[in-house]
């Protein structure tokens, strides 16, 4: 049990420090609001190795904690609303057993964004708001790409524990 909370301490701060890093990088990919999301390498590498409680467990503690340091409640609504939504997708393709890291993490990013869009949706009152999916959806695929072939790579080289 000891190891096991160590491991969880140990990947809750290394995606808070992949958030922070994210935080300090200004990166611009051509419409606001769009980050690679380096924290869900951690979350996708956590759900992997250790499941799918434990992930929950290191996206939302990951998510509060980021959001209080470096953000604010919107933004903890916002990404609580992504992160639990990503996750529940990756979950169920995971379990389905046809889709390689990759696939997941590409679905996890394009619904990460849809239920943030969703969140923005509801708090907003817009439903105008739909209209920017496409483009959200367009940079999940690519993040959720990226994410998936770094996590890929991890989970190769990193052993079970």
């Known amino acids: 049990m000891k190891k096991k909370t160590a491991f969880l301490g140990m990947f809750v701060t290394l995606a808070l420090i992949a958030s922070y890093v994210e935080s300090l990088v200004p990166f611009y ?5 769009i980050k690679l999301g380096l924290a869900n390498l951690i979350t996708v590498v956590v759900l992997y190795r250790m499941g799918v409680k434990d992930a929950f467990l290191v996206s939302v503690l990951r998510i509060i904690l980021a959001g209080f340091l470096f953000g604010n ?4 609504l916002y990404s609580l609303a992504g992160g639990i939504f990503s996750l529940l997708v990756m979950l169920g393709l995971k379990k ?3 889709f390689s890291i990759v696939g997941v993490s590409v679905a996890g990013g394009i619904s990460h964004n849809l239920g943030q869009i969703g969140a923005a949706i509801l ?4 439903g105008k708001i739909i209209f920017y999916f496409p ?3 367009a940079a999940g695929i690519v993040t959720g790409l990226l994410i998936g072939i770094g996590s890929r790579e991890v989970l190769k080289r990193v052993p079970a524990f």
Do not use: K, Q
């Open 29 to 33: 990919f051509g419409a606001p609001g």
């Open 73 to 76: 409640v919107f933004s903890i």
């Open 96 to 98: 389905m057993g046809s």
């Open 123 to 126: 708090l907003m009152e817009n």
């Open 135 to 137: 483009i959200l959806m």
